[in-house]
């Protein structure tokens, strides 16, 4: 009999560490740190499905794919060369919806083929078309020169419509010189849209069905140079781009009103724009304005424990 015991505590302590990983966060052993291609310039982020992520160019409009538990990546798609990729939002059929800046198109790929779905031209004249949303009936595009949204109604199984729409925003907001609407997400309730303004630093809810704006209440606080959004339940994190942090809100049902809880800053900051996330933590990549690009400039994106 204490044979038996003696033996079956060896086996529980061999067992034991098989078991280990169950319990730890899966993301402690992925990099903190992941080169991408020098001189890809990089701007917007999507993850998933799973542990991937994929970094649109600002020089080339192609898009990097890392595989998050190597750090390893290749290209994922071939951009047009000439008409830079922004924000980046992918679904749950493999396709990635792509914000094409100053070329004022949208294009959505298929990431299994790698082929190109679908370009919309969506104004005429000078736009930057900076971020997109997807949300469960449309993809949702900012436009940092226009008052304006623009929408692509999401048909049955998805399907991609043949025109966008444009939904002209009224009320609060006002543009002025500079970036205006930038990032973009849905309110935590799923009822209307939050956008955020970067040389104002403030915060507007959007009624999806008129296009009218309300400031978002935050007590005061400044969402300078604010970039990419990410809601995670009712917590939003709003990218500070040049001031090299990220804005943690908790906020309303309705996205009415929020308080800042924190701000989130690492050394390895280098004008982070866009933030995506898996298991626990936030990505983001360094598109480094303030340094002058080069085909041999250096990028990364980083991962910071998520908060909030």
């Known amino acids: 009999m204490r044979l038996r015991i003696i033996l079956a505590a060896a086996c529980a302590l061999l067992v034991a560490p098989l078991g280990a990983p169950a319990q730890a966060d899966p993301g402690r052993s992925f990099p903190d740190t992941i080169p991408l291609p020098n001189g890809w310039r990089p701007e917007g982020i999507a993850i998933g499905p799973g542990p991937v992520a994929y970094v649109g160019s600002l020089a080339t409009g192609s898009v990097y794919r890392i595989h998050l538990r190597s750090g390893k990546g290749e290209v994922a798609v071939e951009g047009p060369g000439d008409r830079p990729a922004v924000g980046l939002k992918t679904d749950a059929r493999g396709r990635l919806f792509v914000a094409g800046g100053v070329s004022v198109e949208a294009r959505v790929y298929d990431l299994r083929t790698r082929a190109l779905l679908k370009t919309y031209r969506l104004a005429e004249g000078a736009a930057f078309v900076n971020d997109v949303v997807l949300t469960g009936d449309a993809a949702w595009f900012t436009d ?79 969402l300078a140079n604010g970039d990419g959004l990410l809601l ?68 990364t994106v980083v991962a910071v424990k998520r908060r909030g």
Not at 232 to 247: D, E, I, M, P
Request: glycine share 10%; aromatic share 6%.
């Open 232 to 299: 995670r339940g009712t917590t939003l994190y709003v990218v500070q781009n040049r001031l090299n942090t990220v804005a943690v809100l908790k906020l309303a049902a309705d996205g009415s009103s929020g308080e800042v809880q924190t701000r989130i800053t690492d050394p390895r900051f280098d004008v982070p724009t866009t933030v995506a996330a898996f298991h626990g933590r936030l990505y983001l990549p360094n598109a480094r304005f303030t340094t002058t690009p080069t085909p041999d400039t250096p990028y």
């Open 144 to 222: 940092s020169t226009n008052p304006v949204l623009y929408k692509l109604p999401l048909g049955p199984r998805g399907a991609l419509p043949e025109a966008a729409e444009r939904l002209p925003l009224t009320g609060a907001i006002r543009y002025g010189t500079g970036v205006n609407a930038n990032g973009i997400a849905p309110t935590p309730d799923r009822r209307g849209l939050l956008v955020v303004q970067s040389n104002t630093g403030k915060l507007f809810r959007v009624d999806t069905g008129t296009g009218a704006t309300t400031e978002v209440d935050i007590g005061g606080e400044s």
